[in-house]
């Protein structure tokens, strides 16, 4: 699982949610939420769990 979460820990979209190959992967987020709207500039988190584990989460700068 991929997922973005706002800076009060809510999630915004999820970006994966499925078994993957091994390797390197691509995964780009369009700022978009779950429902399709735009949302705004500011920090957001991306987490990445593998096996319900969660094993690296990263700040990210958005800004439109």
């Known amino acids: 699982e991929m997922e973005i979460f706002n ?3 809510q999630k915004v979209s999820q970006l994966i949610h499925q078994n993957m190959e091994k390797g390197t992967h691509k995964i780009t987020w369009n700022g978009n939420d779950d429902k399709g709207n735009n949302v705004g500039s500011g920090v ?3 987490r990445l769990k593998v096996n319900h584990q969660s094993i690296d989460t990263r700040k990210m700068l958005l800004i439109k």
């Open 44 to 46: 957001y988190f991306c």
């Open 7 to 9: 800076i009060k820990g």
